[in-house]
C-alpha cells in the first residue's frame, strides 16, 4: 500500500470551495466539528429514542423530552465522532469518505478526539443526572459498543456490523429508561427491529460502495464477497426475520393489528429488494441502491404506527 493517499485535484477543489464558503475560521471549524456528529445518522438514533421514550412515558412532559433528547444526541454524537477520529487513516483511501474533515485536513485529530469526548460526557452526565444510572449505563454502552468495539472490529472481521447493530439498536431503551420503564413492550419490540433493518441497510450501502472497503482493507461482507449473492442472501435473511418480528409480538400481545400491518408492508418490501437483489445476474450498485432505499423508507411509519398504537392502547 502506498505511503499517502491518492487525492485528485477535485477533492482538493471541494476542500478550497468549503473554506471560501465560510465566513471565518471558526465557522468553518464549527461545520467540521457538525459533520464529525454525521448528522443524518444520529437523526435515526434520535428519531429511534424519541420513539422509545415517546411509547413508554406514561405522561408527557415536554421539558423531561427535551433533556432525554439532548442527553441521546450528544451520546450519539460522541459515538459517531470518535468512529471519525478512529477511522481517519482509513477514511482517507475511501472516495466517499476522503474529503471527511480529518483525512481532508481540515481539524487536527487531537480537536475531533477531544470533541467526542466531551460530547460523550454530556450525554452520559445529563442522562444521568436527570434520569438516572439506567439511561446513562445505556448510553454509555451505546458509545463504547459502536466507538471502541465495532469501529475496530470493522478491520479484523465480517461479523462487525452484527456488533455494530447492537449499538444502533440502543437508542430506544435510553429513551424508555428515561421514561420510567427501560423494557417497555414497545421499546423492547423497536429493539429488535432495529438489530434486524440495520443488516440489509449497512449491506446495501456496502455493496454500493464495495470498491471503497476493499480499497481501505476492510474485511467487511461487501468486501469480501465477490459476486454479491452472500450480501443478498443475508439482507434477505434478516428481511424475513424483520418480517416476523411483529407478528411474534403480536402472538405475545405486546403490540396490536396496526402496527403489524405496517411493519408488515415495510418488510415484505424489503423482502422483495433483498430477493430481487439475490435473484438478479448483475447486482449493481442501482439494485442496491433500490434495497437502500427501501430500509430508509421502513422506519418511519413504523416508529410512528408503534408510538400512536402505544397512545390509544393506554396502560
Given at each position: 500500500m502506498p505511503s499517502n493517499p491518492p487525492y485528485p485535484s477535485s477533492l482538493n477543489s471541494s476542500v478550497d470551495a468549503l473554506e471560501q464558503s465560510c465566513a471565518s475560521p471558526a465557522l468553518q471549524r464549527l461545520r467540521c466539528l457538525i459533520i464529525l456528529t454525521k448528522p443524518r445518522l444520529a437523526f435515526f438514533s434520535l428519531l429511534s429514542a424519541a420513539c422509545g421514550y415517546a411509547a413508554s412515558v406514561d405522561r408527557f412532559e415536554w421539558i423531561l423530552f427535551g433533556s432525554a433528547m439532548v442527553g441521546t444526541a450528544a451520546a450519539a454524537g460522541g459515538a459517531l465522532s470518535l468512529n471519525h477520529w478512529w477511522e481517519r487513516r482509513s477514511d482517507a483511501w475511501m472516495r466517499r469518505t476522503r474529503a471527511r474533515?480529518?483525512?481532508?485536513?481540515?481539524?487536527?485529530?487531537?480537536?475531533?478526539?477531544?470533541?467526542?469526548?466531551?460530547?460523550?460526557?454530556?450525554?452520559?452526565?445529563?442522562?444521568?443526572?436527570?434520569?438516572?444510572?439506567?439511561?446513562?449505563?445505556?448510553?454509555?454502552s451505546t458509545i463504547l459498543l459502536y466507538g471502541c468495539v465495532y469501529t475496530p472490529l470493522k478491520r479484523r472481521t465480517r461479523w462487525a456490523t452484527e456488533v455494530g447493530s447492537l449499538s444502533g439498536a440502543l437508542p430506544p431503551l435510553i429513551g424508555s429508561a428515561a421514561a420510567g420503564n427501560v423494557f417497555s413492550q414497545p421499546a423492547l419490540i423497536l429493539f429488535a427491529l432495529l438489530i434486524f433493518w440495520q443488516m440489509p441497510h449497512f449491506f446495501a450501502i456496502g455493496w454500493m460502495h464495495r470498491e471503497d472497503y476493499r480499497r481501505a482493507g476492510f474485511p467487511l461482507l461487501p468486501a469480501v464477497d465477490v459476486t454479491g449473492k452472500a450480501v443478498a442472501l443475508w439482507s434477505l435473511a434478516y428481511s424475513v426475520l424483520l418480517l416476523c418480528t411483529p407478528w411474534v409480538a403480536w402472538l405475545l400481545g405486546a403490540c396490536g393489528p396496526v402496527f403489524v400491518i405496517i411493519a408488515t408492508f415495510g418488510a415484505v418490501f424489503m423482502v422483495y429488494q433483498s430477493a430481487r437483489m439475490g435473484f438478479c445476474e448483475n447486482r449493481s450498485k442501482n439494485v442496491a441502491r433500490r434495497l437502500f432505499l427501501a430500509t430508509l423508507f421502513y422506519l418511519p411509519p413504523v416508529m410512528m404506527a408503534l408510538w400512536v398504537e402505544n397512545l390509544f392502547r393506554g396502560p
Amino acid at each position: 500500500m502506498p505511503s499517502n493517499p491518492p487525492y485528485p485535484s477535485s477533492l482538493n477543489s471541494s476542500v478550497d470551495a468549503l473554506e471560501q464558503s465560510c465566513a471565518s475560521p471558526a465557522l468553518q471549524r464549527l461545520r467540521c466539528l457538525i459533520i464529525l456528529t454525521k448528522p443524518r445518522l444520529a437523526f435515526f438514533s434520535l428519531l429511534s429514542a424519541a420513539c422509545g421514550y415517546a411509547a413508554s412515558v406514561d405522561r408527557f412532559e415536554w421539558i423531561l423530552f427535551g433533556s432525554a433528547m439532548v442527553g441521546t444526541a450528544a451520546a450519539a454524537g460522541g459515538a459517531l465522532s470518535l468512529n471519525h477520529w478512529w477511522e481517519r487513516r482509513s477514511d482517507a483511501w475511501m472516495r466517499r469518505t476522503r474529503a471527511r474533515p480529518l483525512p481532508s485536513g481540515q481539524l487536527a485529530a487531537p480537536v475531533a478526539l477531544a470533541w467526542s469526548l466531551v460530547l460523550s460526557m454530556v450525554g452520559v452526565v445529563l442522562l444521568g443526572v436527570v434520569f438516572g444510572a439506567m439511561s446513562a449505563g445505556l448510553a454509555a454502552s451505546t458509545i463504547l459498543l459502536y466507538g471502541c468495539v465495532y469501529t475496530p472490529l470493522k478491520r479484523r472481521t465480517r461479523w462487525a456490523t452484527e456488533v455494530g447493530s447492537l449499538s444502533g439498536a440502543l437508542p430506544p431503551l435510553i429513551g424508555s429508561a428515561a421514561a420510567g420503564n427501560v423494557f417497555s413492550q414497545p421499546a423492547l419490540i423497536l429493539f429488535a427491529l432495529l438489530i434486524f433493518w440495520q443488516m440489509p441497510h449497512f449491506f446495501a450501502i456496502g455493496w454500493m460502495h464495495r470498491e471503497d472497503y476493499r480499497r481501505a482493507g476492510f474485511p467487511l461482507l461487501p468486501a469480501v464477497d465477490v459476486t454479491g449473492k452472500a450480501v443478498a442472501l443475508w439482507s434477505l435473511a434478516y428481511s424475513v426475520l424483520l418480517l416476523c418480528t411483529p407478528w411474534v409480538a403480536w402472538l405475545l400481545g405486546a403490540c396490536g393489528p396496526v402496527f403489524v400491518i405496517i411493519a408488515t408492508f415495510g418488510a415484505v418490501f424489503m423482502v422483495y429488494q433483498s430477493a430481487r437483489m439475490g435473484f438478479c445476474e448483475n447486482r449493481s450498485k442501482n439494485v442496491a441502491r433500490r434495497l437502500f432505499l427501501a430500509t430508509l423508507f421502513y422506519l418511519p411509519p413504523v416508529m410512528m404506527a408503534l408510538w400512536v398504537e402505544n397512545l390509544f392502547r393506554g396502560p
